[in-house]
């Protein structure tokens, strides 16, 4: 049963997720919350480590939220049930696109497409945001509105856009700011 429910709330997400991994984020913001499968705190470190990891941070999450509940075969039938419907898609796709490229009704749905993968990648990066920088928690405990911010987070978060904006600091591989980011958390235990 747990095998059929990873497939299809992954199948789900796979289907809806239109413009990349990033747009996975509100969908697996919402499974976390309806299942209880994961924290949102444990959502934060997976997408950390998805991004810092070889292959698409969707199937990377996917497979690891799959094994964190089913094990190895768990693992697999949550990475399937992400990637069938793209593989479907696409070989359909594939099919008919070079019939129909010059379609006004095919440029017209491509042209839709593109503000939705837009506000989905939008609404992972605020719900990023919002997990990183904000400690509601905290806040709700002891209604100090100084407990609200991760302050540790926010110099962090400030001294990189500061950062990003030097000119041979920005141009610098992006591994760079992988690594400096993964030693600056060990250092201060992020």
Known sequence: ???LQLFF??????????????ATIPFLVDLSEKTGWYTLEELANMIAVSES?????????STYVGYKIAGLFGSVVASMGLILPSLISILIIAIFLEKFK???????????????STGLIAAALF?????CLVNEAAFS???NIADLFNIKYLIFFAAMMALMNVKKIKDLHPICFVA???????????
């Open 1 to 3: 049963m747990i095998y």
């Open 9 to 22: 709330e992954y199948f789900k997400i796979g289907l809806f997720a239109v413009g990349g991994g990033q």
């Open 53 to 61: 990891t070889p292959g698409p941070i969707g199937v990377n999450m």
């Open 102 to 116: 010059e379609s006004k009704g095919v440029k017209k749905a491509f042209y839709g497409i593109r503000p939705a």
């Open 127 to 131: 719900t990023l945001l919002r997990l």
């Open 141 to 143: 405990l002891s209604g």
């Open 180 to 190: 400096f980011a993964a030693i600056i958390g060990i250092i201060f235990k992020f």
